[in-house]
């Protein structure tokens, strides 16, 4: 396997996730990590044993660097990702790949037409649960899939904001709530009902009304593409983060997401199919162990083109499609036709 050479954009809170994938990946090694907070940025390049940038234009110059991750605001992606890919990088983006459609076009015209492949973190997909619904569905046993509802109720704080003061904001996060973490929820509905061709939704801003320009909750109705319904209700005014909880009801059987474990209940019985614990037995972490998973298919498509099995930009675009259709649907209090495949 060719050696790879990796450098992180971006060290705030979900870096870490990538250095840990990073550690577990045999011929990748971490060469450098770029930070425009430089105090940090250094701290976090001598604890790797890496080489520290403070401006990732630099870094691009670096010709030792193959592979670049970018963990920034999202206001920051798409230049980034277009001068990575411009430089001859591999590009891994965490979402959102952009913040409108305009910009996810601009991308995907450069991504087609560079050497890299552009890869986008979408980890959930590749939890166990998430597999095993799939895998489910398409079995095709349990009939006509008829709706999907999915409840996401987590917790941020005013700290949450003010910390990393561009969260939060129209211009640097590109919304809030739905852009940030809802999306994950989003994508997993479109992809577990093959895309939406509708949908209605409203905004709203309660606890965090005061502390964020953008929205704290969100709820919409969704037609998906299969006939099937969708309800969906997320909001970051929980006390506490809770599992995401979604129920997928079919002519025969009912799949449930519940407390990490997916659950079939068919004929009367309540089944437990498989959970996102880690193998160890240890609760799920966090952000799930996801992201080991997603970069680890980044980095096997890179080696062999034959395993092309990542998130690319047209697949990417897909929840980022339905969160401007929420924004839009709630100004106008109207459905948005949206039509995906
Ligand atoms: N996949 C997931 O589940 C998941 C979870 C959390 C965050 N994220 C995504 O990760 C990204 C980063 O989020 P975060 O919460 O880690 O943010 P953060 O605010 O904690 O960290 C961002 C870091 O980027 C640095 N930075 C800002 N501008 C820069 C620039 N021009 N050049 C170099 N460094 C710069 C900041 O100094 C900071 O260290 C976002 O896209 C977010 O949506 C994904």
């Not at 870094?59 to 920051?76: A, N, Q, R, S, Y």
Request: glycine fraction near 8%; proline fraction near 3%.
């Amino acid at each position: 396997m060719k050696m790879l050479n990796a450098a992180i954009i971006g060290g705030g809170a979900i870096h870490t996730c990538h250095v840990n994938a990073l550690r577990q990946m045999p011929g990748v090694t971490l060469r450098a990590l770029v930070d425009i907070d430089s105090e940090r940025g250094l701290k976090l390049a001598m604890a790797y044993q890496c080489r520290f940038y403070q401006d990732y234009r630099e870094m691009l110059l670096d010709g030792e660097i193959d592979v670049v991750h970018i963990c920034t605001p999202h206001f920051e992606h798409k230049r980034m990702i277009l001068a990575a890919l411009a430089a001859g990088k591999q590009v891994f983006c965490e979402k959102p790949v952009g913040m409108n459609g305009g910009e996810i076009a601009e991308i995907a015209l450069a991504a087609q037409n560079a050497p890299g492949l552009l890869g986008v973190c979408y980890q959930n997909r590749l939890n166990p649960t998430s597999q095993r619904i799939r895998r489910e569905l398409a079995g095709g046993d349990h009939g006509r899939m008829l709706s999907i509802k999915a409840v996401l109720t987590w917790s941020r704080s005013e700290a949450y904001y003010t910390q990393s003061p561009w969260r939060g904001r129209f211009a640097t996060e590109g919304g809030s709530l739905l852009i940030n973490q809802a999306i994950h929820t989003l994508d997993l509905m479109q992809w577990f009902a093959g895309g939406v061709t509708r949908l209605k939704g409203v905004v709203d801003s309660g606890e965090l009304a005061d502390v964020t320009e953008a929205e704290d909750s969100a709820m919409a109705t969704l037609h998906f593409t299969n006939g099937a319904r969708g309800l969906f209700y997320a909001s970051n005014c929980h006390t506490t983060d809770s599992p995401l909880l979604l129920e997928i009801h079919c002519e025969n059987a009912t799949l449930q997401l519940f407390d990490n474990a997916l659950w079939r209940i068919k004929n009367g019985e309540r089944i437990k199919l498989v959970s996102d614990a880690s193998p160890n037995g240890a609760a799920k972490s966090y952000w799930g162990l996801g992201h080991q998973h997603a970069i680890g298919d980044f980095y096997a498509a890179l080696t062999d083109p034959d395993k092309a099995d990542y998130t690319d930009i047209r697949e990417a675009g897909k929840s980022l499609t339905l969160v401007e259709a929420i924004y839009r649907s709630s100004q106008m209090r109207q459905w948005i036709e949206i039509n995906q495949q």
